[in-house]
């Protein structure tokens, strides 16, 4: 099975709880490699450029005000089987349907505050992961 990158976001419920140690512990054990992170806030621009994907949808507008409301902390991830791996990690978009343990059921408040992002393919694990660090800054195999 080959190495697959993914992008996680904690986002900034995650931070104003202070839940990012915490939230990266889980992730690393797991089984996860950091192969980049960083502390950002982004801008309403660039959260709307990040989910452009869902420009139109009636969540838009709340999801990329939230983005931009306060810290957040984007990694790239690398192992096996990382982008189905990492959702089973963190759990449904919605906690209150999530699997008992994951990171959402655990941490998150709403569908909207739901702690943690997740790039749905492999396709999408590369691009997301370009938006916020260009490759040299990405140190594949890190462990």
């Known amino acids: 099975m080959a190495i697959e990158r993914t992008l996680t976001i904690l ?10 140690g915490e939230v990266t512990k889980r992730i690393q054990e797991a089984g996860f490699n950091i192969c980049a992170m960083k502390l ?20 838009f507008e709340e999801l990329t005000t939230f983005m931009s409301s306060g810290a957040c902390v984007p990694m790239v991830l690398e192992k ?15 906690p209150a349907d999530a699997d008992e343990g994951t990171i959402r059921k655990d941490f998150a408040d ?6 943690v992002h ?19 800054e990405i140190v594949a195999n890190a462990m």
């Open 40 to 59: 950002v806030k982004l801008t309403k621009t660039e959260a709307e450029g990040f989910y452009a994907v869902h420009k139109g949808r009636p969540f």
């Open 80 to 94: 096996e089987n990382a982008i189905a791996d990492f959702r089973t990690l963190i759990g449904a978009t919605n």
């Open 110 to 115: 709403s569908v909207g505050e739901n702690i």
């Open 118 to 136: 997740g790039s749905d393919s492999v396709e999408n694990g590369k691009i997301e992961s370009n938006y916020f660090f260009p490759e040299h």
């Open 11 to 20: 986002k900034p419920d995650c931070v104003r709880k202070n839940l990012i």
